[in-house]
């Protein structure tokens, strides 16, 4: 029986294990944390579709709601960009705890078996094949690992340099994040229940704020770390303007990471691959890595499954790498551009954007009719282009147009991928990929 080790408990790799213990593979996740201890105390956004296509029931009806539209706004707060939830949203809300329970109860009676406070410190390596994990409890040995160990993933770390995979984060490519919820003081009825604010202050990142019945969600993001401090003096700055954020911490009141970025240019080696945040694979704007995570999962194991030679090498893996980036990596990566564009305009920029650009851009797409349901990569580029001119902010527009140009040109790299994996030239291909996204 062909053993399969998944090195953190991460979504992904939970999803992935399900799936491959159902196959009849041995598979064990290695956790740092107690059972009881893993997740945040708060609650996610994410589309419930990359459950079914993991082959995860739907949790019972009680345990998430639908999510509500979202409200944006530019830094002065001026104008709304109100993002409606269609009726059949499948984005749902759910505790990140009942999401664990929810994934392991599963994977479990599916028969993977869980180490809990098991520290992992490197990746095992035989040559440059990985064969296992070393950790504070000793070394594993499997002939598959699957990195789901999260952003600063040590198995990632540890992998050796010539298979090309880039080992930390460059600068604007985390999120730094300060999240409670705080009792509701107002009982007024709110306008809009979550809000989200682009350079809340005039500081590079986002900040939102939830009103529930009996709380308020708050979040502060930035790209660069911050102290409780600075996040309280923003906390006090938002109140002003949402008097139902009180100031008893009911939940949360820490900080965490979230990759910002594109997702690894390569995410496969030689008895390795990496899945949701061990690969980078959070939506570059928003940082949603659940869902993602979890198609990676399910596509990773069905590759896994089907290696006929049963080497798990990087050339039979590659099928992942190919089928990861079409169906979700290419979008994201769009995105990470788009990103890469906010985090160097200006606030007043912004403002304009907001201002006189989404009006604008409204009116006149829903003269041309652009926006489909079903829009590909390329209609968004266009819309992006078209919007550029809109533009009354030249010195946007001409970075906006900069950011498109970096979208097409994403569009033509990705679509050059090997089809076939060879180091050298999957490296090269690699080195073009990084390189769209230097700041
Ligand atoms: C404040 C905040 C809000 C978020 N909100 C959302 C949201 O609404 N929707 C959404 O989709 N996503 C959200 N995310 C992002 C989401 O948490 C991740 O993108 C998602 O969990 C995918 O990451 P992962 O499961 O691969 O890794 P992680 O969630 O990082 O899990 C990695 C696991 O590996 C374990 N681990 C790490 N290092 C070691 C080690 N050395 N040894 C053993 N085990 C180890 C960790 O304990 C953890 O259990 C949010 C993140 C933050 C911080």
């Known amino acids: 029986m062909k053993r399969i080790i998944v090195a953190g408990g991460g979504h992904g790799g939970i999803a992935a294990a399900a799936l491959l213990a159902e196959k009849g593979f041995e598979v064990t996740v290695y956790e740092r944390h107690k059972r009881e201890d893993m997740g945040y105390d708060w609650t996610d956004i994410f589309n419930h579709n990359c459950l079914k296509a993991a082959g995860v029931p739907m949790p019972d009806d009680d345990k998430y709601e639908i999510k509500g539209d979202v409200v944006f706004y530019g830094p002065s707060q ?9 009726k059949n949203q499948p984005e749902i809300k759910m505790e990140r705890k009942d999401i664990y329970n ?21 990746a095992l390596l035989a040559g440059d ?3 296992g994990i070393n950790t504070d409890r000793g070394a594993f040995y499997a002939d598959m690992v699957i990195d789901a160990c999260g952003c600063d993933s040590p198995v990632r770390k540890t992998l050796p340099d010539c298979c090309g995979i880039q080992k930390g984060t460059n600068d604007f490519e985390k999120f730094y994040i300060y999240r409670a919820f705080f009792n509701r003081k107002e009982k ?9 604010t682009l350079f809340f202050n005039n500081i590079r990142g986002i900040s939102w704020v939830t009103t529930e019945d009996e709380y308020t969600d708050v979040l502060v993001g930035r790209f660069t770390p911050f102290t409780k401090k600075e996040a309280n003096e923003t906390i006090a700055a938002m109140r002003e303007k949402n008097p139902a954020i009180g100031k008893k911490i009911l939940r949360g009141g820490s900080f965490a990471q979230i990759p ?14 990496a899945v949701g945040d061990s690969a980078f694979m959070a939506i570059p704007l928003i940082g949603s890595g659940i869902a993602n995570a979890i198609y990676a999962g399910a596509i990773l194991a069905d590759v896994i499954a089907n290696d006929e030679t049963e080497t798990y090498s990087a050339e039979t893996l590659w099928d992942y790498q190919k089928r990861y980036f ?14 890469n564009f906010l985090v160097k305009t200006e606030p007043e920029s912004l403002d304009n954007i907001f201002d006189y650009g989404i009006d604008k851009l409204r009116g006149s797409l829903s003269r041309t009719k652009k926006i489909k ?13 078209h919007a550029r001119s809109l533009l009354t902010d030249k010195a946007a527009g001409k970075e906006l147009g900069e950011a498109a140009k970096k979208m097409a040109k994403l569009l033509s790299i990705t679509s050059q991928m090997p089809k076939e994996y060879s180091r050298n030239e999957v490296i090269k291909w690699a080195q073009k990929y990084n390189r769209i996204f230097d700041v």
Do not use: W
């Open 78 to 86: 001026k104008t709304e960009f109100v993002q409606r939830s269609p």
């Open 102 to 122: 929810h994934l392991i109860a599963h994977a479990e009676e599916k028969g993977v078996k869980f180490e809990y406070e098991c520290s992992i410190l490197s």
């Open 129 to 131: 094949r990985v064969v």
């Open 188 to 196: 007024d009825t709110v306008e809009n229940a979550f809000k989200l």
């Open 260 to 273: 910002v970025r594109q997702n690894l240019s390569i995410l496969v080696s030689d008895g390795y691959a």
């Open 326 to 339: 079409k169906e979700h990596g290419t979008g994201c990566a769009m995105l990470a551009c788009f990103k």
């Open 373 to 385: 349901d079903n829009a590909t990569l390329k209609d968004v580029l266009e819309i992006l282009l």
